[in-house]
């Protein structure tokens, strides 16, 4: 699988009290349910008016289908070329 970052632009993200982002989350995990195993969501982070999603998928096609049965709309997928951190300055 590929792992992507998935930008979604989401006016009040940020401002999402708990029980919104629990049903914004089980809305995704349903969607998953349909579609797995093509398509996995390990993490988002929230800011501002922005949700930045990591998916592992077989292609970008599968995010698509997501957000289609999510409802959750795509603003730009990214495929992940490489992963750093701060182990990456280890040679």
């Known amino acids: 699988?590929?792992?992507?970052?998935?930008?979604?632009?989401?006016?009040?993200?940020?401002s999402m009290n708990d029980g919104e982002a629990v049903a914004?989350?089980?809305?995704?995990?349903?969607?998953?349910?349909?579609?797995?195993?093509t398509v996995q969501w390990q993490h988002s982070h929230v800011a501002g008016d922005k949700i930045f999603c990591v998916y592992l998928a077989?292609?970008?096609?599968?995010?698509?289908?997501?957000?289609?049965?999510?409802?959750?709309?795509?603003?730009?997928?990214?495929?992940v070329d490489r992963v750093m951190d701060p182990a990456s300055a280890i040679t």
Not at 24 to 37: E, G, I, K, R, V
Not at 58 to 79: F, L, V
């Open 1 to 14: 699988m590929k792992k992507y970052v998935i930008e979604r632009d989401i006016p009040g993200a940020g």
């Open 24 to 37: 914004a989350a089980q809305n995704s995990n349903a969607a998953l349910a349909q579609l797995a195993p």
């Open 58 to 79: 077989d292609d970008e096609a599968a995010i698509r289908k997501h957000s289609e049965i999510s409802g959750i709309p795509i603003t730009a997928i990214y495929q």
